[in-house]
């Protein structure tokens, strides 16, 4: 859609994706696309049988991403997205495959719809990666106490994280700005924030203007 511009944030597991997805929003009154997480019916299954599930799943969050992707399409302005369908593919579809947790055969399948996705689908304007080292990360799911990420092995986050680092490396659909998480506190931090907001702007036209027309709530107090 002309007149459209398409911000997504990627990042590993408890990198901060959703904060900074909200903080987007209330900065530059934008709207959010959310990763239909809860919605997914397979994960209770996945997560007590991964080789089992793990196509199920994985496919079920293929189709839901391209249907947001066709939803965000029909929206005018600046959209962001929280999570992409490329990390879908590139980070968990293959650490899964890489583990031996998806078969060769689901793996073949999967990858082809995902091409053929990929094919009808315009990439983010402006890639946003978060990355953060695996303590934080620990951490941070400890923090928000989601049941069902508790006890992912260290080993499965690690492997996670040298997939991400090595897909952002070789991205090129777009610009990318990569931010470090473990050293930013843009929520709290004015001078983080005034940063982070400034090495936004420099990629997205007209987001200062926004920002001064959203008057966020912590800029009213």
Not at 47 to 67: E, G, I, N, T
Not at 94 to 116: I, N, P, V
Not at 127 to 137: E, F, G
Request: hydrophobic share 35%; with cysteine.
């Amino acid at each position: 859609m002309a007149g459209r511009t398409y911000i997504a944030v990627a990042g590993n597991i408890g990198a901060g994706k959703s904060t900074l997805t909200d903080f987007l929003c209330r900065t530059y009154g934008v709207q959010p696309f959310f990763e239909p997480n809860e919605d997914n019916p397979y994960l209770p299954d996945f997560y007590a049988d991964m080789k089992k599930w793990s196509f199920h799943s994985q496919v079920y969050f293929l189709s839901h991403k391209f249907r947001i992707h066709q939803d965000l399409d029909q929206t005018s302005g600046v959209v962001v997205q929280d999570r992409t369908i490329f990390e879908d593919a590139e980070i968990f579809a293959t650490a899964l495959h890489q583990s031996g947790k998806m078969t060769e055969r689901d793996f073949k399948t999967y990858s082809e719809l995902y091409s053929t996705i990929c094919r009808a689908i315009r990439p983010p304007d402006l890639m946003i990666y978060l990355r953060s080292s695996i303590r934080t990360i620990k951490k941070r799911i400890k923090l928000r106490g989601r049941e069902m990420e508790q006890n992912i092995p260290t080993a499965y986050l690690k492997q996670l994280q040298k997939l991400y680092d090595d897909w952002i490396a070789r991205y090129d659909l777009g610009e990318v700005l990569t931010l470090d998480t473990d050293r930013l506190d843009y929520m709290t931090d004015l001078v983080d924030r005034i940063d982070v907001m400034e090495r936004i702007e420099q990629f997205v036209p007209g987001a200062k203007e926004r920002r001064q027309k959203a008057r966020p709530a912590y800029a009213r107090r």
